[in-house]
């Protein structure tokens, strides 16, 4: 069987109710944003970074990155399903109301994404921490412009990335 086969068979397969598969079109851009993109992104930025751990009453400095290609895998797999959902909201469901500016953010997370992409393809961790960022920066560049009613939970890309 070959590889486009598989990829169609496989998103047939997830358009069939596994929630894994594409959003469902008529999701409100709240619930998409706190559905897929917040945990499309979390998966990308938790896959590199540095932890202070209380081990045995001691703290224990530790960097984290992605070492099996299983980890690497899933980190790829995030920033490929967020260059999906950033082309998601340049559909109409998701413009309709908002300015020009809309599609340009969402046409940077899409780039941002793509990279997010190569970064893990080359196996470079201080790039996929790097892109991170950028990425971080592009969500919370979206909010300032249109802010959340309720305002954002206390995760959420707001002003600058970690550092
Ligand atoms: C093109 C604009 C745009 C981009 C880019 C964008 N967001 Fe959002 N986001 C919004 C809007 C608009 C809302 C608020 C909707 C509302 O409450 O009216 C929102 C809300 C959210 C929320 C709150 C959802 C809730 O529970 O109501 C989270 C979390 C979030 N975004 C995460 C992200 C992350 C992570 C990224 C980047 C990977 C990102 N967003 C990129 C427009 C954007």
Same mark, same amino acid.
């Given at each position: 069987?070959?590889? =486009? ?8 397969t997830l358009l069939g109710g596994c929630n894994q ?15 897929? /993109? ?40 995030? =920033?490929?399903?967020?260059v999906e959902l950033a082309n998601l909201l340049t ?28 970064? =893990? ?16 920066? /592009? ?9 959340? =009613? ?14």
């Open positions: 069987m070959n590889k =486009a086969l598989l990829a169609t068979l496989a998103a047939t598969g594409p959003p469902a079109p008529d999701k409100t851009i709240q619930q998409l944003m706190a559905e897929d /993109v917040q945990p499309t992104a979390e998966v990308y930025w938790n896959a590199v970074g540095h932890v202070s751990e209380l081990v045995d009453g001691e703290v224990v400095e530790r960097d984290f990155r992605p070492e099996t290609e299983a980890d690497w895998q899933r980190t790829r797999d995030a =920033a490929t399903r967020m559909e109409p469901g998701y413009t309709e109301g908002r300015g020009e500016d809309w599609v340009q953010f969402s046409n940077s997370l899409a780039e941002v994404a793509r990279l997010a992409e190569q970064a =893990a393809d080359s196996r470079d961790p201080e790039q996929v921490f790097e892109v991170g960022g950028t990425m971080y920066s /592009v969500c919370s560049a979206c909010h300032q412009v249109y802010p959340p =009613a309720e305002g954002l939970p206390e995760d959420a890309p707001v002003g600058a990335p970690p550092a």
